[in-house]
């Protein structure tokens, strides 16, 4: 059984990745700090997340197929969003002469490289995504952005597994 309605915990979870999202832009444009490759796609990841929750708690799916997509695609970019916070993560605990060189802007790597390419390099990392230029409690960014995806992906893995159960056992909708 389901601890509360799907509508609201997708407005919950629409609500943490707004703010989520409106802090990375305050650090961004308030607080000037430039945001690497990593970064930047961990915000895609966000963005999409975000924007996913929000059509969810307008849609309001009770136990259809729409709410299975819906929490199916929210994990999807937490778990992306994970993947590379983890991966930001080990580059900032690598030593410094690991850290690759020092490439252009995301945008440029887009219009100049092919999408593989550009994919390949921003995994690999930079020197950006190696430096620690921000913490709170002692945790950096991408460690933040860890603990938020995966926060997210335990309500998205708790709440399908509810809505597998009640099918399965042939509970009404609520």
Not at 23 to 39: D, K, N, V
Request: proline share 3%; charged share 10%; net charge neutral.
């Amino acid at each position: 059984m389901s601890l509360a309605p799907s509508r609201s915990l997708f407005l919950l979870a629409f609500m943490a990745g707004a703010l989520t999202l409106g802090a990375s832009f305050y650090l961004e444009y308030g607080a000037l700090l430039r945001p690497c490759f990593l970064c930047q796609v961990q915000r895609i990841f966000l963005a999409t997340f975000t924007l996913i929750n929000l059509v969810a708690a307008i849609h309001n799916p009770k136990r259809s197929s729409a709410a299975y997509f819906y929490w199916l695609a929210s994990m999807g970019c937490t778990l992306l969003g994970a993947i590379t916070a983890v991966r930001q993560v080990l580059l900032q605990n690598a030593a410094a002469e690991q850290a690759a060189d020092c490439w252009p802007s995301l945008q440029y790597m887009i219009e100049n490289l092919s999408m593989w390419q550009a994919l390949q390099l921003t995994v690999k990392g930079t020197v950006d995504c190696a430096e620690i230029n921000w913490t709170l409690f002692d945790l950096s960014l991408p460690e933040w952005s860890l603990l938020f995806f995966v926060a997210m992906l335990i309500l998205g893995i708790t709440q399908f597994s509810s809505l597998l159960l009640s099918r399965r056992l042939g509970l009404a909708s609520p």
